[in-house]
Structure formats: structure tokens, C-alpha cells
């Protein structure tokens, strides 16, 4: 006989909007300080009256995402590692355990963030060349980007950490310390990218030395934060146990997200193309389309907000196989997302002009972002339901299916974007960046539909 009580006998499922809300806005403000990085850095950079610098910031932080995002895997695996031992801590017959297995699952993340990182130290020079000339680098742009990756590369390791701590605390629900942590790094990096690059004058180098050490700073107050939330000593804290690094528990965060590694690997990549596409078109096609693009990430991480709502309430829904109500979460949660969407949109519209004028003083690059603005004004609408629909097949743990349609994704996009931006050039690429979008919504949406129809929501998850 299942242990697993029928839906019937336990609590129902709080699925009212004010609880999607909820879970949502503590999320979205600490994503919210996430993409002020590159935002503070384009803007300044935009402002220096040298378009061939602000083009090669967009292709530092393209190529920066390329490689950094390939590895955000440490945050997913630390936060379901960290939300399976909080549960097993909260049982009444788990044993007392000492130290709290929360503290090794953030040691052994924060270790192979570092591991990773300092390889990608080592490889600096040849990871800058070689990714420079994959995005189709002019030379002055490519100067100015390498003249800022040298800096911003002795933040990766704090970088990648960053993931392990925002995963470890969002798996144990402790969204108030992300937000702590995410808002400390992008105050800090305004405060000292300002002072190096008008004070100091260090110009780009100024620009990426005041992200770098927001960054390490951060790590330091994250660590501060775990600390207090084990309730530890700093000694405790460092203390480890050869026990909790073997071989397979640190494959273990690998091995839980290698269908998602390859569902990022393959969105990132969407990307890089754009942007290699570009600049393939002129540094100022390339300065426009960098501080248009910013929409995207500024929406994107407001949007994930109702997306981890969709995640949490469609797991607990399907961790009981309670279908009826997962429909609900389904529709309640997209009600939501779209609502937001089209807040951002009317925001987007409305800010566009005083936006632009903050980004960049480049009267040909602010020509040319305000031609198309509209196009980017649009992007929340365009891109939720992809957004939303993650969320839903992650509350799945749909690893198989999410990387499925990546693969899918890829067949189609890649060489319906080469198309586009043949006939339409400028135009082309930013009806790639739509395309990117809508097709997600589409495929996953396809799978989503042929469950509904056949009734076999138990085909989307993984067997137990």
C-alpha cells in the first residue's frame, strides 16, 4: 500500500492569486538587482561618447553569459539538494545530524564553483580570443571588449558562487537573503563603478574593477548570511568533512541538471548568435542592439518571479498527482504572468525615451535603438509565455521534455534567423529575438496541449 496520501486527504493547495503574488514578488525584487550589473555598465560605458566601446561591452557580456551561464547548473542542483535535506530535517523521525547537511551541500557547491572558476582563469587568454572571433568582433570593438574581459574574468569565481548561493537559499525558501545579497552587489557596483570611471578615470577598466569586486564582496556577505542562517561559527563554517566530497556526491551536481545544462547551453547560444549577427552589421547596429537587449534581461527576471510561483505550486501539485488542480495553477499562474507582461510593456513604453537617453549620448546609436524601441517595448508580451511555461515544466522536474524542445528550438531557429536576417538585415535580427522566443512558447506549449488532450500529465515527469 502507498504511503503517499490521495490529494483528498491533505491540506488542498493554496492556488488563489494573492498566493501566486506571494510567492512571486520576493523573487522578483531579488532578480530585479540581478541584471543591474550589465545595466550600470552599458549605461556608463554608453555614455562615453565612443560607440565602438559601448559595442564592445555588448560583446563582453554576451560572451561573459556564454560562459558563465553554462555553468548555472550549480544553482539548480544546490536548490533542489538544499530543499530535499530541509525536508528531511523537518521530518520528526529524521535523526539529529551534525553538521547540518545544509552546510555540506553548500560547501561542496561553493568548492566546485571555485574548481571551475579557477580553470577559467587559466584559460582567460584563449577563452577571450577564441569567443571574440566566434561573435564576429570588428577590431576596435574587440579591443575594448578584451580591455574589459581582463578585468571581469577575476570575478568568475565569485560569479559562479553567486549561483551556488542564490540556489542554496532559494531551495530552503530564504528569498529575503537572495534579496539582501543581489541588492548589496548592485549598490556596491554602482557606488564603485561611478568612483572609478569619474573619479579615478579608469574609463573601461574602471567599469569592470567596480563589478569584480561587488561581486567578491557579495560572497563575502553571502557567507555572512549562511553563517547567521546555520546559526555557526566562521570556524564551523570552513570546517569540512571528507566524507560529504566524495566523487559521487560532487557528481551528483552535475548528473541532476545535465538536461537542463543542455536547455541553457542552447538558449545561450541563440544568443551569442544574435549577437554575432550584430556584429556582423557594424559596431553601431551592435551599441543599439546591446542596450535594446537589456529590456529582455530586465523583463526576463522580473517575469521568473511569477515563473517560480508556477514551479513551486505545479510541483506540489504533481508531487500528489493531483491533475484537476495542477489545470488550475495552469491557468491561474498564466493569468498572472501575462497580467504582469503587459505592466512591463506599458512601463517599457513609457520609459523608453528617458531610458535611452540614459543608456547612451551616441546620437547614432540612440537613433537607431529608438527606430526600433517598439520592438523591444513588446518583448514581455513575446517572451512570457515561454518564461511561464519553464516554470511549469521545472514544477515537472521535466528534465527530458525541457531539453527535448531546446533541441527542437535549435533545428528551427538557427536557420529560420540566418533567413530573416538576410532579407531584413536590422530587422531580421530582432524578429530572430522574437522568434527565440514564440517558438518556446509553442513547442512547450505542444507538449503541454497533447497531455491536456490525452489526460496524461504522468508522462511529462520523470519516473519516480
Known amino acids: 500500500m502507498s504511503s503517499t496520501l490521495p490529494p483528498s486527504a491533505m491540506p488542498p493547495i493554496d492556488t488563489r492569486y494573492a498566493r501566486i503574488i506571494a510567492i512571486a514578488l520576493p523573487v522578483l525584487l531579488a532578480n530585479l538587482a540581478m541584471p543591474l550589473q550589465s545595466i550600470i555598465d552599458t549605461a556608463i560605458v554608453g555614455n562615453m561618447n565612443d560607440t565602438a566601446k559601448l ?113 542554496w537559499f532559494a531551495g530552503q525558501g530564504k528569498t529575503r537573503y537572495m534579496l539582501y545579497q543581489q541588492g548589496f552587489i548592485a549598490m556596491l557596483n554602482i557606488i564603485l563603478t561611478l568612483f572609478f570611471v569619474y573619479v579615478l578615470q579608469m574609463g573601461l577598466v574602471g567599469v569592470a574593477l567596480g563589478t569584480t569586486i561587488a561581486f567578491w564582496l557579495g560572497v563575502v556577505l553571502a557567507l555572512w548570511l549562511s553563517r547567521r542562517h546555520l546559526q555557526i561559527s566562521w570556524r564551523a563554517l570552513f570546517a569540512a568533512n571528507k566524507d560529504h566530497f566524495t566523487k559521487d556526491k560532487m557528481l551528483r551536481l552535475f548528473s541532476l541538471n545535465k538536461d537542463i ?18 556584429a556582423q552589421s557594424g559596431d553601431v547596429i551592435l ?17 521568473d518571479g511569477v515563473a517560480v510561483s508556477a514551479e513551486t505550486l505545479s510541483g506540489q501539485a504533481a508531487g500528489r498527482r493531483d491533475w484537476p488542480r495542477f489545470r488550475i495553477i495552469v491557468k491561474r499562474t498564466g493569468v498572472v504572468s501575462y497580467g504582469l507582461a503587459m505592466m512591463l510593456s506599458a512601463v517599457w513604453w513609457l520609459a523608453m525615451p528617458t531610458y535611452l537617453q540614459f543608456m547612451t549620448n551616441i546620437e547614432p546609436v540612440f537613433a537607431l535603438a529608438y527606430d526600433y524601441h517598439l520592438y523591444a517595448v513588446l518583448l514581455p508580451l513575446v517572451g512570457v509565455g515561454a518564461y511561464w511555461l519553464d516554470g511549469i515544466f521545472f514544477g515537472l522536474t521535466a528534465g527530458s521534455i525541457i531539453r527535448n524542445a531546446a533541441l527542437i528550438l535549435a533545428v528551427i531557429f538557427f536557420p529560420l534567423s540566418w533567413l ?45
Open 55 to 167: 559595442a564592445g561591452m555588448g560583446l563582453a557580456i554576451q560572451l561573459l553569459s556564454l560562459i558563465l551561464v553554462s555553468f548555472n547548473f550549480l544553482q539548480y542542483a544546490s536548490s533542489g539538494l538544499s530543499a530535499q535535506a530541509l525536508g528531511q530535517l523537518a521530518h520528526k523521525d529524521a535523526p539529529k545530524q551534525t553538521p547540518s547537511p545544509l552546510l555540506s551541500i553548500l560547501q561542496r557547491a561553493l568548492l566546485l564553483a571555485f574548481m571551475i572558476g579557477a580553470v577559467l582563469l587559466i584559460a582567460k587568454p584563449w577563452l577571450i580570443d577564441f569567443g571574440l572571433q566566434a561573435l564576429s568582433a570588428n577590431p576596435d570593438s574587440g579591443r575594448a571588449a578584451k580591455i574589459y574581459l581582463d578585468v571581469r574574468f577575476w570575478g568568475v569565481i565569485a560569479e559562479l558562487m553567486n549561483f551556488a548561493f542564490i540556489g
Open 261 to 278: 545544462f543542455i536547455r541553457t547551453l542552447i538558449l545561450t547560444l541563440s544568443f551569442a548568435w544574435i549577437t554575432r549577427l550584430s
Open 287 to 303: 551599441a543599439a542592439n546591446a542596450i535594446l537587449l537589456q529590456v529582455l534581461s530586465i523583463s526576463a527576471f522580473a517575469l
Open 420 to 464: 530573416l536576417y538576410q532579407q531584413w538585415d536590422m530587422t531580421g535580427i530582432w524578429l530572430s529575438v522574437w522568434c527565440l522566443l514564440l517558438l518556446r512558447l509553442i513547442i512547450l506549449g505542444g507538449f503541454l496541449y497533447r497531455a491536456h488532450q490525452t489526460g496524461s500529465y504522468e508522462k511529462l515527469q520523470p519516473e519516480a
